[in-house]
């Protein structure tokens, strides 16, 4: 099954590094026009390399932002065909009581996790409405199904979120021929923020998390980027409300 994407144009968040670099460079060699948005200006850079078509420094957080750089894109495209919604992640936090959660913790997980992927399918949509064909698809996580790993409890309830906003997305714009779907990736080694987590479990917890795992493995992000290429694809046309795990059977 070979998956073409000549002259799709693909817009691509959380894509200076890791999984959303991954996604980025595996779009443009099948052939889409690409947009690269992150905060990490140097990141970016990287994802002009491996083959984005443009690249925009963005704060998702920031609605009007998001709303001036979709529209750059549709007006200087003609449209938008494909979203990926992968910007997240916890910000650099750690596990703590509960009662120990500020507002500012918790606030910013729903703005990284949540809010941006809002904006961004709010702007798309009307595009892919227009023209009868779109995909969204959200890069959540196995914390989006079930406790979370990291124990963070914003991060955990913001990617909840994202699952409830897939499903509620595929309900509404189906009828417009959009698809809206998510990635849920297992344990996945791509950023420094996965690698301090990794660290963190010690050579016992390693090899449990390992043996956790039926095909005993961590994932890679390009095991997350052909599933999205796969959803993104003609082939995928009557799949839409589901969240994929990507774990290696962990689930």
Same mark, same amino acid.
């Given at each position: 099954?070979?998956?073409?994407?000549?002259?799709?144009?693909? *817009?691509?968040?959380?894509?200076?590094?890791?999984?959303? @670099?991954?996604?980025?460079? %595996?779009?443009? +060699?099948?052939? /889409? !026009? $690409?947009?690269?948005?992150?905060?990490?200006?140097?990141?970016?850079? *990287?994802?002009?390399?491996?083959?984005?078509?443009?690249? @925009?420094?963005?704060?998702? %957080?920031?609605? +009007?932002?998001? /709303? !001036? $750089?979709?529209?750059?894109?549709?007006?200087?495209?003609?449209?938008?065909?494909?979203?990926?919604?992968?910007?997240?992640?916890? @910000?650099?936090?750690?596990?703590?009581?509960?009662?120990?959660?500020?507002?500012?913790?918790?606030?910013?997980?729903?703005?990284?996790?949540?809010?941006?992927?809002?904006?961004?399918?709010?702007?798309?949509?009307?595009?892919?409405?227009?023209?009868?064909?779109?995909?969204?698809?959200?890069?959540?996580?196995?914390?989006?199904?079930?406790?979370?790993?990291?124990?963070?409890?914003?991060?955990?309830?913001?990617?909840?979120?994202?699952?409830?906003?897939?499903?509620?997305?595929?309900?509404?714009?189906?009828?417009?021929?959009?698809?809206?779907?998510?990635?849920?990736?297992?344990?996945?080694?791509?950023?420094?923020?996965?690698?301090?987590?990794?660290?963190?479990?010690?050579?016992?917890?390693?090899?449990?998390?390992?043996?956790?795992?039926?095909?005993?493995?961590?994932?890679?992000?390009?095991?997350?980027?052909?599933?999205?290429?796969?959803?993104?694809?003609?082939?995928?046309?009557?799949?839409?409300?589901?969240?994929?795990?990507?774990?290696?059977?962990?689930?």
């Amino acid at each position: 099954m070979k998956l073409d994407f000549t002259n799709r144009r693909v *817009v691509v968040t959380g894509a200076a590094q890791g999984i959303g @670099r991954s996604i980025v460079q %595996s779009f443009a +060699a099948e052939g /889409a !026009t $690409v947009w690269a948005l992150d905060l990490d200006e140097a990141g970016l850079q *990287v994802a002009a390399e491996t083959g984005a078509a443009a690249t @925009r420094t963005l704060d998702l %957080s920031d609605r +009007a932002a998001v /709303a !001036t $750089v979709m529209q750059e894109m549709g007006e200087r495209l003609g449209g938008i065909d494909i979203l990926v919604n992968c910007a997240g992640g916890v @910000r650099g936090q750690i596990a703590k009581p509960l009662e120990e959660v500020s507002e500012k913790d918790w606030l910013v997980l729903f703005e990284a996790n949540v809010h941006g992927a809002f904006w961004c399918s709010q702007n798309a949509a009307p595009y892919m409405k227009r023209n009868k064909f779109g995909r969204i698809i959200n890069i959540s996580s196995g914390a989006g199904l079930r406790p979370s790993l990291t124990g963070i409890q914003g991060y955990t309830a913001a990617k909840h979120a994202l699952v409830g906003l897939t499903k509620q997305l595929s309900f509404e714009l189906g009828p417009f021929g959009v698809t809206v779907n998510s990635v849920a990736p297992g344990f996945v080694l791509s950023n420094p923020a996965t690698q301090r987590q990794w660290e963190s479990y010690g050579p016992d917890g390693q090899a449990r998390l390992v043996e956790s795992i039926h095909t005993r493995r961590l994932g890679r992000p390009q095991d997350i980027a052909d599933t999205v290429l796969f959803l993104a694809s003609d082939t995928a046309e009557w799949i839409s409300g589901q969240i994929i795990s990507v774990d290696g059977g962990r689930s």
